[in-house]
């Protein structure tokens, strides 16, 4: 059973950035993911990154300012956040996909982590 820890969340203001990263307990030959939570919403695809890191894909909203990047020889992805906003608030997961395949849908993500904190004043 492959397991995830994140790590990196914490308190700043608005316009800071934040560092994450997401640890796997064995080799991740497959696409990785971040996805998001906030309060009373649905869980969001915020970013992936495909095995060899060379292929990336964002959210909309956070296109320009977060970098998702990937470390196999430490089974590691990392997601670097700049320019936060308040609406970036939230529990921020990291997961393996099943396939490949670059995908943005949550139930195509088979492994999960606990989650890490975000959290972004005005």
């Known amino acids: 059973q492959m397991q995830l820890v994140e790590s990196g969340g914490g308190l700043v203001e608005a316009g800071e950035s934040l560092r994450l990263s997401c640890v796997a307990s064995?080799?991740?030959?497959?696409?990785m993911a971040w996805f998001r939570q906030a309060p009373g919403k649905e869980r969001e695809f915020v970013s992936a990154i495909d095995l060899g890191g060379g292929t990336t894909s964002y959210r909309d909203s956070v296109k320009g300012r977060f970098t998702m990047s990937r470390d196999n020889a430490k089974n590691t992805v990392y997601l670097e956040m700049n320019s936060l906003k308040p609406e970036d608030s939230a529990t921020y997961y990291c997961?393996?996909?099943?396939?490949?395949?670059?995908?943005?849908?949550?139930?195509?993500?088979?492994?999960w982590g606990q989650g890490t904190q975000v959290t972004v004043s005005s």
């Open positions: 064995g080799r991740t030959f497959t696409t």
């Open positions: 997961a393996i996909a099943q396939g490949a395949a670059l995908t943005t849908r949550r139930d195509e993500y088979v492994y």
